[in-house]
């Protein structure tokens, strides 16, 4: 069971008010991902614009115990075989890193995966919350960071968030 202690990351997202958010940097991601799963040692990211992002992730996630597998794609329809061989691979949380529709297009099938395969996809919009995935996790043009999580897939998943983060936990309906 995963516990969630504390919150502090944060990825791009376009809130529904239309503002333009920034997307949060490898520091940041890899900071996040250490409070919400806390066991995890070998983390996948698929990038499809974002490869300077990506390998600083995989270059600092390195230093501080990380294994991080990345992966590129630049069409939806190769999102399969990076996930594969990721999954195969032993990852036990996936990154999406990009700003574009390619992750748009693949979501039917990262939320099957994600959900055959026990794996937590984090997305990087309130949208894909929306469409499936567990959570995002987002931080807003004010720059207040919040988790954009869809409680049911959460439940399902045996996501549980701690004190320090319950504030910070935002439903999408």
């Known amino acids: 069971m995963l516990n969630l202690k504390a919150w502090i990351v944060g990825i791009f997202l376009l809130l529904a008010t239309g503002v333009l958010a920034e997307q949060a940097t490898p520091q940041e991601i890899l ?25 600083k992730l995989q270059d600092l996630g390195t230093e501080r115990g ?63 919350v929306r469409k499936g995935l567990p959570l995002a996790i987002v931080r807003s043009s004010d720059g207040k960071w919040y988790i954009a999580v869809n409680e049911r897939i959460c439940k399902k998943f045996g996501i549980k ?13």
Do not use: C, W
């Not at 698929?46 to 990506?54: G, L």
């Not at 701690?162 to 999408?172: I, S, T």
């Open 66 to 128: 990380y294994e991080v597998l990345i992966g590129a794609v630049r069409k939806a329809k190769k999102i399969k075989g990076v996930y594969n061989g990721m999954y195969q691979a032993g990852i036990k949380v996936l990154v999406l890193l990009g700003t574009d529709a390619v992750f748009d297009e693949a979501l039917p099938f990262l939320v099957r995966a994600s959900r055959r395969d026990f794996i937590p996809v984090i997305g990087f919009k309130d949208e894909h």
């Open 31 to 55: 900071l996040g991902i250490r409070y919400l799963f806390p066991e995890v040692s070998k983390i996948g990211v698929i990038y499809s614009s974002q490869k300077e992002k990506a390998y």
């Open 161 to 173: 968030f701690g004190e320090k983060a319950r504030p910070l936990v935002r439903p999408v309906k």
